[in-house]
């Protein structure tokens, strides 16, 4: 399953819910969970995340993110990406992350 993260963590709680499913739902093990974080919301990977919407979500849930998930992404060419808070991802392109969610089964919004 692909979730992908576009809403500004900056501005609504999405992104922090996006990812305290999309860890609960690695963690299950049942399901593979990859993630792409597109726009505003690659902040969230970035080192000063105590300004974001639901930061405590955030910092609790992305870590057991990064242990479960099959794949995390972020948007190559991003303005928002800066140096990753131990987090390792992946950086895509668009036309990838297009091509990558038409082989999916189920892709989930944020």
């Not at 057991?64 to 990753?84: N, V, Y």
Request: charged share 25%.
């Amino acid at each position: 399953m692909l979730i992908v993260i576009a809403s500004d963590p900056r501005e609504t709680h999405r992104p922090a819910e996006a990812i305290r499913v999309a860890a609960g739902l690695a963690a299950l093990g049942s399901v593979d969970i990859e993630v792409c974080f597109c726009q505003a919301a690659a902040l969230v990977l970035g080192p000063k995340t105590d300004d974001l919407v639901d930061a405590h979500i955030i910092r609790d849930h992305l870590p057991l993110l990064a242990q479960h998930a099959k794949r995390i992404c972020a948007e190559s060419g991003d303005p928002f990406l800066s140096e990753p808070k131990g987090i390792d991802y992946q950086r895509i392109g668009l036309t990838e992350l297009a091509q990558w969610a038409a082989r999916q089964r189920n892709v989930i919004r944020f």
